[in-house]
């Protein structure tokens, strides 16, 4: 499934586990906003742009284009997406 193809699915995405693209868990999605997702990992929070979700697996996980090691770089570059 493509990003475009993903558009009209993410509003089902709430509660849903992100898996980085090592196939390490991130965590799960808290909110869904307009150009941003919110995934909450232990006790932090991070803010990455809808952009970055590459698929949904069979199980309804949300695989991003990315490390986990990567997670940081990933919010920072995404500050610019706030408004």
Request: aromatic share 4%; net charge negative; charged share 25%.
């Amino acid at each position: 499934m493509t990003t475009e193809q993903l558009v009209d699915k993410f509003d089902m995405l709430m509660n849903k586990r992100v898996i980085s693209s090592d196939l390490k868990e991130i965590g799960n999605i808290i909110s869904v906003d307009k150009d941003l997702l919110t995934i909450m990992r232990g006790g932090s929070h991070y803010i990455i742009p809808k952009s970055r979700v590459a698929a949904l697996t069979n199980e309804s996980d949300v695989v991003v284009d990315f490390r986990l090691n990567d997670l940081l770089l990933v919010e920072l570059a995404s500050l610019s997406y706030i408004e």
